[in-house]
């Protein structure tokens, strides 16, 4: 089993920054990409950002150019750093990883989630 552990979420002002962090652990052995999703009340979860396991990021357009993902593989760790934060960018925040086992199979694993309030 993999267990991801996010970390890092709190309240902060418009315009302000944090830094999400995730650490994986258990059997981790093939986990291809990490990433981080949010997902607001009354809407569905969405795509933040994800970086494969030689560095290839992704990121959704609505954080491109604020928010910048990086991983520490001897860690074990996935940070997600947000910049320029506004009231839209409030959500639970949750960490995933992704282990590809065969031709056309995935495992998908979660964690808990962290709360990231944006208010003044």
């Known amino acids: 089993q993999v267990h991801l552990v996010e970390s890092g979420g709190g309240l902060v002002q418009p315009g302000g920054s944090l830094r999400l962090s995730c650490v994986a652990s258990?059997?981790?052995?093939?986990?291809?990409?990490m990433g981080w999703y949010r997902q607001a009340p009354g809407k569905q979860r969405e795509l933040v950002a994800r970086?494969?396991?030689?560095?290839?990021?992704n990121y959704g357009d609505s954080v491109k150019g604020r928010f910048a993902i990086s991983r520490d593989n001897a860690k074990n760790t996935v940070y997600l750093q947000m910049n320029s934060l506004n009231p839209e960018d409030a959500a639970v925040y949750y960490c995933?990883?992704?282990?590809?086992?065969?031709?056309?199979?995935?495992?998908?694993?979660w964690g808990q989630g962290t709360q990231v309030t944006v208010s003044s």
């Open positions: 995933n990883a992704v282990r590809t086992y065969g031709m056309g199979f995935r495992s998908d694993y």
């Open positions: 258990g059997s981790i052995s093939g986990i291809n990409v």
């Open positions: 970086i494969t396991d030689s560095g290839t990021t």
